[in-house]
């Protein structure tokens, strides 16, 4: 087991960056915690990231077996993906000076994201190790919900992914839908495509007393309490959500009910908020909610719990949303997601909670699967209490054993791939 080396490639974030401040984003968390897991159970995991700062470490050591390298490729300050893919070589050329260095080869290379997998090509190429793809998102699909041209992923884009689906030895899927769209869209091999299922943080996302909660965070004790938690982008339909509220006290005005918004950067003036942050707010204006929206701003791992506990309800209204580990951790406080039908966490909500599952773009049918949940207690009650306990299988640990075991399972049909 000790000679197990995985080499986790996440060129375009820090994995630790979540832990610093830095913009809330899914495949940092999952890059992270699925390490983590790997490391305690017995694997060497070294995550190569370029640097954004010139006083980040060189090397952070995140346990006995877990290292995050920062590699110089390029200016070390925060720059478009557009831009840090010209680096890649550079990226590459650090990757293996460090590994010659350190005297260490590597069983396996991981990638996720696009710009990863450009460098897993080249790393696979010259260890001679097999390639596993995570795509977290896949430009395709971004395409087909993008409002506008800005919005849009490039065709060089497309075609690199085209180009991983087969390079890749394996390529894991966050849910059954993206597995889907691989092999059909992207023409992927189904016997080397697999689903891996995010975990969560079962010791940090637990259940906690909700009036503690909302007084943690300054929260009203008379109104409900909607949350939403994530980037701040078009694709996360939140405007949805604000239309939604509109509606919501048109149908429901004695209903007391505020929604906050976890992310994005409100450290400036709002003049200077980025731009989507900003036409979030002018829609507040317009529809008159501004009373009843709070942009709180982004927030630590350790302090999200506070607030999906101190939420009554917690939407992710995505037009395309490859998993939503946000939404899992939600239901692990204990606290209902009402999600859209597109998003990869929707498949694991049974018929029995319908009532949670909505269509994208559609404010009065969410203002309606709101209002059926806050007005109806006996129907809030009875999914409170099966939400919690359906998620205490998506452990990271068990995902860790997942990722194992669907190596080892594709190392019949390739031998190198054998965590």
Partial sequence: MNNKRLAVILYHTCPLSDEVDAEIGGANVYVLELSKALAKKGYFI????????????????????????????????????????????????????????????????????YLSGIAGVEIKKKFGIPLVMTFHTLALMKNLVARSDEERESNERIETELKLVKESDLIVATGETDSQYIQYLYDGDPKKIAVLTPGVNLDLFKPMDKIKAKNSIKAS?????????????????????????????????????CVWIVGGDISHDAEEWPPELRKLS???????IHTSVKFVGRKKPVELPKYYNAADVMVMPSHYESFGITAVESMACGTPVITTDVTGVSRLIDKEHSILITSANNPIMLSQRISGLLCDKKEYEKVVSSLAQNVQDLSWDNAASHFIGLCKS??????DLSL
Avoid at 221 to 247: H, S, W
Wanted: proline share 6%.
């Fill in 221 to 257: 004790l008379d109104k409900k309490m909607i949350v939403f938690v994530g980037r701040i982008e078009p694709l996360k339909g939140i405007d949805v959500l604000l239309y939604a509220l509109k509606i919501l006290r048109g149908t429901h005005p004695e209903l007391k009910v």
């Fill in 410 to 415: 594709c190392s019949k049909d390739n031998n």
């Fill in 282 to 288: 002018e829609i507040r204006e317009i529809l008159d």
């Fill in 46 to 113: 070294d995550i190569f990231t370029r640097s954004q700062s010139e006083e980040s470490p060189r090397v952070v050591q995140v346990n006995e077996r877990l290292r995050v390298i920062h590699v110089p490729a390029g200016p070390q300050a925060p720059m478009s993906k557009k831009a840090i893919e010209l680096y890649i070589p550079e990226f590459l050329e650090y990757l293996y000076s460090f590994a010659q260095k350190e005297g260490i080869s590597y069983n396996t290379v991981s990638c996720h994201y």
